[in-house]
């Protein structure tokens, strides 16, 4: 499986942006994906997930109310819209997929459940 992540770029805090993830299998429609983001001096940490049918999906607190995660999974497709957008989310932002339908919350946070990885995509957030 491949996974690649677009959509990154520079934006002026308060502004928006949607970063979009391609994978190239068709298996991946059973699966559940999950974005995670590295920002400058910290580790990878979890944002959002969504499970295989996209009904069902999870948020970080740091980013509910303003990020929205989504998919299609005719296109072999998952987005990452990001509203209200603060310097802080400034970051590499990574795509993954994981062999199962969904998990449980601690499991969705945590890398190691996740299989395939995507390049990342730069989020850079100006004050």
């Known amino acids: 499986v491949q996974l690649q992540a677009s959509g990154g770029g520079l934006v002026q805090a308060g502004g928006s942006l949607r970063l979009s993830c391609a994978y190239s299998?068709?298996?991946?429609?059973?699966?559940?994906m999950g974005w995670f983001r590295r920002a400058p001096g910290k580790e990878r940490e979890f944002v959002a997930a969504?499970?295989?049918?996209?009904?069902?999906?999870l948020l970080d607190d740091s980013v509910k109310g303003r990020f929205t995660i989504s998919r299609d999974n005719h296109k072999n497709m998952m987005y990452l819209r990001m509203n209200s957008l603060k310097p802080e989310d400034t970051a590499l932002y990574y795509c993954?997929?994981?062999?199962?339908?969904?998990?449980?919350?601690?499991?969705?946070?945590?890398?190691?459940?996740?299989?395939?990885w995507g390049q990342g995509t730069q989020v850079t957030v100006s004050s």
């Open positions: 969504i499970n295989w049918s996209g009904s069902v999906t």
């Open positions: 299998s068709d298996a991946v429609n059973d699966y559940l």
């Open positions: 993954a997929v994981a062999r199962s339908s969904w998990s449980s919350t601690y499991s969705l946070r945590t890398q190691n459940l996740y299989d395939y």
